[in-house]
């Protein structure tokens, strides 16, 4: 009977294997890439049975190999809150580029060898297209030698350009910020019977979602006379005949564009080309100054160029409110998929509709479906001439910048 009972004891204590976490952040930062962390923080602490410490890797990738984790588990609530208003990568982000497990065979061993040392069994990675690949390496590794490893992606990109999401963490708060920022430029020129030719460079390397936000500043009485996308060809004297008929007739013109406009030959707008980051990715900025000379130069007008650069991506001003609760919940989302066995899988938010409002749900998909592999901006929400965005658009994005008080934009004051 005791042996009995003590082998029951030795099967019980078997089932509950206490496992560690390690979380880590990837690739730009957002808002609300910390509300994630709070999530999946929060969420741990419910699970002492199943979670024994809790570890955020100092500078994603880069901080695990040099062994540069931080033991998060003692932190108490009333200091993790802050994580939900603290902008960029509260425990450090990178862009670090881990090769094939041949190539990088030293590094997959060294990552393995500390997963070990602090019984790491639980591991999740906060980020975008490149930060996937990433976690699927690290777990097909993990597997490859036999390590018992449970992976899960944790999504995070402003560009909103990860496939199976009807959006990402991030583009919500840098949509409403573009919204607004928008509305305020136009609403300043607008102050002159005479204005100037303004052109916004707004983030998006391959894909026009955060520049089609822009759309979104016209419930306001902002408008913006053209938007151009990376998803189609920029043809620069087109664009220099359009901007002359819009100044002429009106005497003010405003221009929205992503970074990564291209002409017919795929060739970056007003961008060198020759400067690369460790991911191959041309680095973009400029073309807004580029297009303001230009138009300048040809046809004699006032202009000013304005690129919202990191303020879109990180402000701490007007975030979201769905964005924050959306993003707690894939950090919690992820934890609890972990613990439940689940692996090289990523959390993903698609929507759905309770009594006609908006409704994000989630669920999860496999890893090898999101890594390395862009969602672009569908063309049918772009008007016949591809120098503008569709009033579709505006069913899309408006559910995503307001809250509950419905303060996605700011209140203007009309004459009439």
């Not at 590794?141 to 490893?149: H, S, W």
């Not at 807004?288 to 004699?300: A, D, F, I, N």
């Not at 309770?354 to 890893?367: E, G, Q, R």
């Amino acid at each position: 009977m005791k042996v009995t009972k003590h082998i029951d004891k030795i099967i019980d204590m078997e089932e509950k294997k206490i496992f560690n976490v390690l979380y880590g952040q990837s690739g730009g930062p957002t808002s609300v890439i910390n509300a994630s962390a709070y999530g999946l923080i929060k969420e741990a602490k419910k699970h002492p049975d199943k979670i024994g410490k809790i570890y955020a890797m100092h500078f994603g990738l880069e901080g695990l190999l040099k062994e540069d984790i931080i033991d998060v588990t003692s932190f108490k609530d009333s200091k993790l809150k802050d994580l939900l208003t603290t902008p960029g990568a509260a425990f450090g982000s990178n862009r670090y580029k881990l090769n094939d497990e041949i190539t990088d065979k030293d590094k997959f061993d060294k990552i393995i060898e500390i997963l070990r040392k602090y019984n790491i069994h639980y591991f999740f990675y906060n980020g975008g297209n490149d930060s996937m690949e990433t976690i699927l390496k690290v777990s097909r590794y993990a597997k490859k030698v036999n390590y018992e490893l449970y992976a899960i992606g944790i999504p995070k990109t402003i560009d909103n350009d990860l496939m199976e999401f009807d959006h990402t963490p991030g583009y919500p708060s840098a949509a409403k910020y573009i919204a607004n920022s928008v509305s305020s430029i136009y609403f300043d020129d607008a102050s002159y019977l005479k204005g100037r030719v303004n052109i916004v460079e707004i983030m998006g390397r391959d894909t026009g979602w955060l520049t089609a936000s822009s759309k979104l500043a016209e419930l306001n009485g902002a408008k913006v006379d053209l938007i151009y996308v990376p998803e189609v060809s920029f043809d620069t004297e087109t664009f220099l005949n359009k901007v002359k008929e819009i100044y002429e007739k009106k005497g003010h013109c405003l221009v929205c564009l992503s970074e990564g406009i291209r002409d017919k030959n795929d060739k970056l707008i007003g961008v060198n080309q020759e400067m690369k980051d460790v991911f191959g990715h041309t680095q973009l900025g400029g073309v807004s100054v580029y297009l303001s000379t230009l138009v300048h130069q040809k046809l004699g007008f006032k202009t000013r160029y304005i690129e919202l650069s990191l303020l879109q991506r990180a402000n701490s001003l007007i975030p979201s409110e769905v964005d924050i609760k959306e993003a707690i919940k894939v950090g919690s989302f992820a934890l609890k998929s972990a613990i439940y066995g689940k692996t090289q899988k990523v959390v993903t938010i698609n929507r759905t509709y309770k009594n006609d409002s908006y409704k994000a749900k989630y669920s999860l998909t496999s890893i090898s479906k999101v890594a390395n592999k862009v969602r672009y901006l569908p063309l049918n929400y772009l008007n016949e001439t591809q120098d503008h965005i569709k009033d579709s658009f505006i069913q899309y994005g408006l559910p995503l910048i307001e809250g509950k008080k419905k303060k996605g934009l700011f209140k203007t004051f009309k004459l009439n």
